[in-house]
């Protein structure tokens, strides 16, 4: 089609160019004419009549055109009067296709005959004589009206000829001919009632006036008004008989073919057609400018619905076949009659089947199956929708246009009879029936499945669950290992690695000032890029890439002032990168003059993928441009950088991509240029810029380097890896195992897009394991704070070892064993604690967050809390009631519970209560020589003040035994004591730890038969007086006895 569409404007500019020709050949003729005329007569006055006659010259020839173009306009127009003339003449003779029924009515009904033969003699002296009219009944529409019915023809019939002649005629383009094509007959008339085009672009012109036709409403309504587009004598005569159609017609100025389309269509589709708008029934106007345009697509659609009904009429069985060719019978007989398709819309699906012959009641309508296809098609694109636009917008729309359903259901998304809705018919196209609004059925989406149902309306049979996810697109991807292969040689017979250990840690460089830098969103400026680097100075890296001095004015500043400044201490070695380009590499050794240690980090790109898209370059070429860089700095440091000691790094940008053969060949190339030695050793940095693979993958390039590389003891190999596949940290760790020497990172994995591998946590690693990583990180959350503030990026809550949920346990079981390893390695001298490798102290953290509580945590973490912060211990039955209240707390909050909500908690449930009872005072006596405790209590219990006293052998037995025969026993229930402990609360940092904590646990007793009433509860006091605080405690169960309703210890 673009193709075509670019002959068409060939072939335009084209014919552009020849009448461009022609004019300026006429335009010459007529200066030669001149001139000539001016020789002859010799004088001004012979000039200036020559001057009048070429204009009078002109003026005939544009008279002469438009006479041409009114004759090729008349030609036209009796040429379409003749077709005309000879169609009509075809109509009269007699049609097969009527139905024999309607000639036989013609037969019966001589007056008819006699109507018919009079309307003829009376067109016959008219110049257009009307066609043989065919009747049909619009019933509903009004009283019985005879209508023309005429076929179908293209819009704007008779006058697209005249259109295409003006347009040739004055050179216009295709484009300028379907924009006056597509107005309505009136306002092409409009068009062409200006005259010729004149003018170096005619197609402008032209596009001008149909913008001013187009935007002249008044014009256009006037040109209507005058009588260019005047409806047909039957179409007014229709109209005024109350034909609605032609009501319809002349409202909207609609041409004659969309007239004669509409009357070619059956009634009932008339009916869906003139009740259509867009506002539904009520609304049924044509707003646009051109409506007959509006009114053919309406039309075409009605045409696109009723050979699909035609269709599954020949599809459907006898019975079906039948009563769809009812419908689609091009006549209507009042088999079907337009009440239906007002009221219903065509049924709701574009087919309507009635049972009987209209009968002045609204006809009952059936669905069927087979038919509502169209239907359904609609409402699985109204759900797709839904389902982009949210879960409670589809399940709205769902129960808005699902269909009526048959006695099976469907169960979606539920586990149980409520969430069951009505059968979905799109359950075999893989569409979902419902959006979730009932419970997780398995927890997954489910697709709609039918289900057996039994009589009660329960499910017989368990529906299949199965995932509602779209395929993903997996065959334009393909395995690495699939063409690249690690062959095995003599030199590297078998992978070694594996069985190798990590003894020390390697050489470290950290990239954050160069390749850090450049993924940032907001570039470091001098200031950030100090405070780094002075920091990672702090904590021990001797390897620093500090820039891109080349690429960058500020990098180059940089680099310049911590030379000049002195700040690079003398064991440190700064690395600066350049790209394989003299001018850049020149730039780079004027940068770094005067430094004492240099490494200068050379690179290109050797990948088979950039070398065939990016650079479209040989081996051979990629391997010179290595070569001759390796060359000029060589040459550069003897000449420019004497008295500095400078190292040499080589990367093959994309190594995990290149043949290892060809990084191979490359690598020892430049080792033979840069000639090294064991004591000045070339570095060779081989890095994942793109994890393509597992890291084991990795772990074997390595190791085949390191087993073919030349002058293996003179070559440094490090490793660079990326975060592609987020296995950056493996991969680095089983470099080191297949032999790297040194490793490049940046500080919690800054770089581009996934990033680099992280420097903190390969080193914590080694950490873990004992071994001396070299660099110190005592200090993490200072670290954390400069990486933060110079790269605008957050350390993130789960990062490893970094993160502040870290070192945090949620859970209960973890807390329990958590809060038991750290009592245990208080005597230990290996640190050993479940979930937690690593001791936080040794990095600057703190127990203090370890355990927090949510509404997963348990008692243990609850008990912790409250031990840690607040010196309070308490027995494990106390702990579990307690984790109760706690509970309900984070349950209702959804949130996590602080340590002082849970110290308020704790307070406000056995410490604050002073209802139904509390202790006003005691007295207790204790002899030396007595075997019991006599106690003297005042308490009040239910708003009554009672006097206690009891005997037992210790003040807690007495003071019980004093409120049962006191208090209790009068109501017919007594207090047994189940549980007492006690001890000093500790230090902590919100208690001094001078108070005793006692806690008892109490259980309510029926006098009668003894029988227990309720749970045990627990009570805890809190003094300085161990016999107060016990006292306490027991009031403290008491009041949470009365408090659970359980033990009715008050009448």
Known sequence: MASSEEDTRQKDRRKEKERVKERDRKDRDRNDKVKSTKTRSGTTKSGRKADDDSEDDIEKEKEKDKMAFLAAIKGLREKDKAKEKARRKKSKQPSSSRSPSVRKDRKKDPKRKREQSRSRDDSSGSPEPAPKKELITASGFGAPLALPVTSIVPAAVGASDVIGVFCRSAGADQNSEQALRALPVHLQQLVMAEGSIAGLNPSAVLLGRIRKVENNAGAANAAAAAGLHRPRPETVAAAAAGDPVAKFCMQHAVDYSAENALRALPVELQCKILNEGPRGPKYCGLRASNPSAVLMSRIRKAQTLLAEMRRLGKEGSSAKRSEASEVAASAGDGSCEPACAADRGICGNGVCFCKAPYSGETCEVEFKEEYMRLGYFTVVVILSLSVIVGFFAADILWRITRPVGGPEQCLCLGGDSRSMVELCPFCQER???????????????????????????????????EECLPRMNVEKYRSFQTWYQIPFDDKWPKRSWPEKRISKAPRWCTVDLRDGNQALINPMNHEKKLRL???????????????????????????????????????????????????????????????????????????????????????????????????????????????????????????????????????????EVWEPTPEQQVILNLPGTVEMATPNVYADQIEWMCAHIAKRDSVCISVHPHNDRGTGIAAAELAMMAGADRVEG????????????????????????????????????????????????????????????????????????????????????????????????DIGRHYEAIIRVNSQSGKGGIAYILEQEYG???????????????????????????????????????????????????ELSNSSTAEEVVLKARVRAAGKE??????????????????????????????????????????????????????????????????????????????????????????????????????????
């Open 746 to 841: 940046c500080l919690f994995g800054n770089g581009e897009r996934t990033g680099n591998v992280c420097l903190v946590t390969l080193a914590l690693n080694l950490f873990t394991q004992g071994i001396d990583p070299e660099v110190s990180y005592v200090e993490l959350e200072e670290t954390i704070k400069v990486a933060e503030h110079c790269t605008e990026l957050k350390v993130p809550e789960r990062y490893p070892w970094a993160g502040s949920l870290v070192y945090t346990a949620f859970s209960g079981s973890h807390q329990d064993a958590i809060k038991k390893g750290l009592e245990a390695i208080k005597t230990a001298q290996v640190w050993e604690v479940p979930y937690l490798p690593i001791d936080p102290q």
């Open 946 to 1051: 009672h006097q206690v006293n009891g005997q037992g052998n210790g003040p807690v037995s007495a003071f019980v035994a004093g409120l049962n025969n006191t208090v209790f026993l009068p109501q017919g229930m007594a207090v047994h004591l189940s549980d007492y402990h006690s001890e000093a609360r500790s230090h902590c940092r919100n208690a001094e730890g001078s108070e005793a904590v006692a806690s008892v646990r109490c259980q309510a007793v029926a006098k009668k038969d003894q029988m227990k009433t309720g749970k045990p509860r627990f009570g805890v006091g809190l003094h300085r007086n161990t016999n107060t605080a016990v006292l306490k405690a027991v009031i403290s169960a008491i009041n949470c006895l009365c408090a659970a309703g359980d033990a009715k210890l008050f009448a």
């Open 533 to 671: 680097f002075l920091h990672l100075l702090k904590l021990g890296y001797k390897e620093i890439e500090v820039g891109f001095p080349a690429a960058s004015q500020t990098d180059f500043d940089f680099i310049r002032y911590v030379i000049d400044e002195g700040l690079i201490p003398d064991d440190v070695w700064i690395q600066v990168l350049t790209q394989c380009r003299e001018p850049l590499i020149l730039r780079t050794i004027e940068g770094v003059k005067g430094a004492k240690n240099v490494v200068i980090h050379v690179y290109n790109s050797t990948s088979e993928l950039q070398r065939r898209v990016v650079f479209k370059k040989d081996r051979e070429d990629i391997k010179n441009l290595a070569l001759e860089s390796v060359r000029l700095v060589k040459k550069l440091v003897d000449e420019r950088m004497k008295g500095t000691n400078v190292r040499l790094e080589y990367s093959p940008e994309s190594f995990t991509g290149t043949e290892l053969d060809f990084a191979l060949d490359v690598c020892n190339g430049v080792v």
């Open 431 to 465: 569409d979902l029936a419902s959006t979730g609004m009932g419970p997780s059925f398995d927890g997954n989406l489910a697709i709609c499945s039918q289900v057996e149902m039994n009589g009660d309306g329960k499910v017989a049979k368990k529906p299949r669950i």
């Open 872 to 922: 309070i211990a308490l027995p494990k039955e106390c702990q579990a009631e307690f984790a109760q209240v706690v509970q309900k707390i984070s349950d209702k909050t959804s949130k996590e519970i602080s340590a002082q909500q849970i110290y308020d908690a704790f307070t406000q449930t056995y410490l604050d209560p002073q209802e139904p009872m509390a202790l006003l005072d005691y």
